[in-house]
């Protein structure tokens, strides 16, 4: 029975010690790994330190595979570029999707603001035509702020000369008269405007906010690589100790202790 346990014992290390030599040739040892000691009697079997070598290994495995997560300066950049592709690219596609998500919401609240903004011109552009005689072609905003300003063309260059403001005065008779039906449809007129500045003001804050979601993702990788700092931080000052010993009265002994500093 003594001689059967020993023979499995010995295939058993040594085909551990096979799969170590395997994993060593294909996964270079890391430099930020675990601190690792071992101590034993000297009368302790060769392949022994091969099953320690390999828990070694082992230990290195997961601290690999988080520093090929890490993450770099260009994150930053995506997320600038694209909100969430920074997130996305390190791992954490939940974030990533998130702000992708934001992103595509206030792209298409942009356009529909913009568009309905472009609405509302042309409909205060036909009202000043119907109510006021407007040729709306070729004017600028500044023309129909002056629309509204007065009931007709000749109140409103009887005014700027009286500010003696000579560059402000429209040349009558050149498509560009007007006068308005009534008061009433003048400050009709007025709040169409008023409200047209509004929805316009709305398509400035959706590209306000475009700008805020990137530099909000950035600051999100920025997050994200000081917690995997910290966090390696924190494993390079974790250390893993085993002791083995072996004597004719106790058998084998084996001593694990695991520090963890914070």
Do not use: C
């Amino acid at each position: 029975m003594e001689l059967n346990r020993s023979i499995i014992l010995f295939l058993t290390l040594l085909m551990m010690f096979a799969a170590a030599t395997l994993f060593a040739q294909e996964n270079r040892f890391s430099k930020k790994s675990l601190t690792f000691s071992a101590n034993r009697d000297h009368s302790l079997p060769p392949f022994a330190e091969n099953n320690l070598l390999l828990k070694s290994q082992l230990e290195d495995e997961p601290l690999q595979s988080a520093s090929q997560r890490k993450g770099k300066p260009y994150h930053i950049l995506f997320s600038l570029l694209l909100p969430g592709t920074g997130e996305w690219a390190m791992g954490h596609k939940t974030l990533g999707k998130t702000f992708l998500g934001v992103d595509v919401v206030l792209w298409l609240t942009y356009f529909g603001t913009r568009q309905y903004t472009n609405v509302l011109q042309r409909d205060l552009e036909t009202y000043a035509a119907v109510h006021a005689g407007v040729n709306t072609r070729g004017k600028n905003d500044q023309y129909w702020i002056d629309v509204g300003s007065t009931l007709s063309i000749y109140d409103f260059n009887e005014q700027k000369l009286q500010e003696r403001d000579l560059e402000g005065v429209y040349p009558e008779g050149a498509h560009y008269d007007w006068v308005w039906d009534s008061e009433g449809n003048r400050v009709a007129y007025v709040q169409k405007r008023f409200d047209r500045l509004d929805w316009k003001r709305y398509t400035n804050w959706m590209i306000g906010a475009l700008v805020l979601n990137r530099i909000i993702s950035a600051v999100d990788v920025l997050r994200l690589i000081q917690k995997e700092k910290n966090a390696e931080n924190e494993v390079r000052q974790s250390y893993l100790h085993m002791n083995y010993a072996y004597n004719r009265v106790d058998g084998e002994i084996v001593q694990l202790n695991l520090t963890m500093q914070f």
